[in-house]
């Protein structure tokens, strides 16, 4: 214990005798632990506002399709249970956060422009209920009720139609005989979504509206559930393939998206690679220091050797060296990482660069995000690294013989 | 380009282009809301998805759904007499036709004049702000076939003046025998009339 106490006393103190080298050696460490986590926080980011993106305009962490629905969107394809029957269903297993919605590809026309979009006959309260997209109306009102009129579109598209509050527009879709079935319908209000092409792809309308419409009175075409943990779905997708007894598709978001599930597991992969790389390039740095640092003191080193210190006491006091010069600058650096995020609390706006983004379905403002595993996993790495990186200089310093190291000039 | 065509009812008709050369045979089967085109070039009949009821009629002013809705207008608009006029030692009647709340019509309303030999005179569309987008008129009237007809009609864009299309008739009978066998796919891929 005495050697430990006598190392560590060593350790700390040959630290501040070259106090250059190990400011030095302190502020690329702590750079390198603040690119570590800074970076990460904002790549996870924007991999999260995609995710959740993505999961809001699929909507749901859990959706119900007919088996057939996936691969042809059409009519004909209805989820087995009548909106009632899910309704007494659910509410009995308790679950709440879900949405039934008829969802068809249409063709929404007004008088200069037609376009084609899809269908959502959805009903409103049930839908803020599971955070889907078109529950920010940025324009007039939503939808009131699961009769409603009106129709609610995205701002981009009323200006692509020429279309605004208050008109007309015609929405035209099939009905189960393959019949055209189309009715008008007053915008009542416009929505406003992270992606321009949600502005453009969705219109909402009331549900009872839309299947009087095409002609499917009680039946919908999937139902959307949502939870409060995007990684965690297993329970609610047991739950709900439980409750649809076999009957249709039930999928969770991973499966429905699989673009969207692989990323979550390319940027955990990512995290890891990228903590590793920078750690490469600062171990050089760190290697060097020690190296130097046991150059200088071979003198010394066989000094204390003679003196009848045992080895170990010697690659204990290096590894000491190493293990303060370490933490010190670790935690330098994460309290840099968290203090930068602080002043991006509110966002950093790449609007201009928007439109690349937006191809691969990122929104043009970033929430830098901290995760408190990634920070684990950059500390734990870089020290557990460099540490082993350590034990190369300690290991020459404690098998230095005493009488050539006390004569060596 | 002229054309051949039989009307059956309200709800059935037949168009077929029969010149110039290049363009024969194309043509157009429309029974109540369905409307089907047939190419000799493809040689294929296609129905109109819904998606393109509002574009051009083979390549005219007139959309597909101009040609094809024909009476159901008088069911989904709100109708209201403007006024009476006098043409021609007749009288015109002015009709203001909104369309219902839920109807599938875009435009904000249409207003005929309609004279009382039941010829109508002009048919404007409108936008839901009121302003003119285009108008159907009638340039000439004249006896064919033993009724009044309106002989010369021309479809007109508001945006584009200089464009038109018209639609002039060389004759025309009524109360002909029509077999069943006219108003079908096959008649309308291999004229037999």
Redesign the interface.
Known sequence: MKVVQISFLLASRNLWRNYRRTIIMLVAISVGAWAMIFMTALMRGMVNEMLRDGIRSLPGLVQVHNSAYRDDPSINNLVSMTDIEIETTFAAAGIERYATRVRVPAIISSERESRGVTLLGVDPLRERSIEAVGSVIAEGRGLESIDDNGIVIGKKLAGKLDTEIGKRIVLMSQDPDNEVADRGFRVVGLFEANLAAQEEAFVFAGRTVVQKMLGIDGRVSEIALTGDDYRNVELLLADTRRLMDGRDEVLSWQELDTFLGTMLGVMDGFVLVWIVVIFLALSFGLVNTLVMAVFERVREIGLMLALGMRPSGIMLQIIFESLLLLMLGLSIGNALAYASVIPLKDGLDISVVAEGMEMFGAASVLYPEIQVNDVVLANVVVLTLGLIASLSPAWRASRYEPVKAITKV | MSMESWTQGEKRSLVRVTAPKKDRDNGTLIDG??LWTYSPKINRVIQVP??M??QSWMGSDFSNKDISRTDDIIERYDHRLLGETNLDGLVVYEIESV??????????KEVFRIREDNVMVEQRFY??DGEL?KTLRTLEVSEMGGRTVAAQQRMEKTDTPDEWTEIRLDSISFDVELGDSVFTLSNLRNPRN
Request: overall charge negative; aromatic content about 6%; glycine content about 6%.
């Open positions: 809301n369905k819904s998606s009821m509002n369309p219902h709340e839920d109807a599938a019509v875009v435009w904000g936008d839901q987008i």
